[in-house]
């Protein structure tokens, strides 16, 4: 199964760009990453996936490395709404997702 | 389009009782995912169903838990006599006919939290 490794936190300014890293160095190239986030006591929303190509979505962007080790999810501009866990998953067995312990997401005002 | 749905939204129980837990997927939506959440933890797969079938119950524990996806109604998972380690968040996703793939988007239900006194 392959994992991924995210930072335990991050900090951003309100309006202003966050990079979220993953590394993902045991991907099988069929394996599509996921961004999924978990605002305060609610369920996980999808964000964005893609398998080689860069997404782009009206939440998100998803930068994939050439060799598909790691990925960086994009928010343009950072919102007060965006803090919350973010969460880079790699389906295993077709489908399971396994969530790590993501990066928690500060936005500052 | 209403999203996933979980009922109740909080549940309490003392020990030894059953619990309960109900998932109304997505209309249109025939895959059925249930997961645990431990206090500050991410979630953990427990099993995934199809309308009357289990697909994979690989992360269901051995005994006192059962899920079902009847051909009419919601998605039921049953915790007998629970413990206290069985307080967590249990939520449910689901996916349109056809899933089963590596690209399949999971959407997700807002969670029922189980406590036991």
């Known amino acids: 199964d392959a994992k991924t490794t995210q930072p335990n936190s991050m900090e951003s300014n309100e309006e202003e760009p966050v990079h979220l890293p993953c590394n993902h160095s045991?991907?099988?190239?069929?394996?599509?990453i996921h961004w999924y986030r978990q605002l305060p006591s609610q369920g996980p929303e999808y964000v964005i996936h893609?398998?080689?190509s860069n997404v782009n979505n009206r939440m998100a962007s998803l930068a994939i490395a050439e060799d598909r080790k790691s990925s960086t999810l994009i928010l343009h501009r950072a919102t007060l709404r965006d803090a919350a866990v973010y969460y880079c998953i790699l389906p295993y067995n077709f489908n399971k997702f396994y969530f790590g312990s993501g990066t928690k997401l500060n936005v500052k005002p | 389009n209403a999203g996933v749905m979980q009922n109740p939204r909080h549940l309490v129980r003392r020990r030894g009782q059953e619990a309960r837990l109900r998932c109304s997927p997505m209309?249109?939506?025939?895959?059925v995912y249930w997961y645990r959440q431990l206090p500050e933890e991410g979630l953990k797969f427990m099993v995934y169903l199809q309308k009357e079938n289990i697909i994979d119950e690989s992360g269901m524990p051995k005994e006192r838990f059962s899920a079902e996806f009847p051909k009419e109604g919601p998605s039921i998972l049953r915790i007998q006599q629970v413990v206290r380690g069985d307080s967590a968040a249990y939520f449910c996703?689901?996916?349109?006919?056809?899933?089963?793939?590596?690209?399949?988007?999971?959407?997700f239900g807002p969670g029922t939290r189980l406590t036991v006194l």
């Open positions: 045991t991907i099988s190239g069929t394996d599509y």
């Open positions: 209309k249109g939506h025939s895959h």
């Open positions: 893609g398998l080689t």
């Open positions: 996703a689901s996916s349109p006919p056809g899933a089963g793939g590596k690209a399949d988007t999971q959407y």
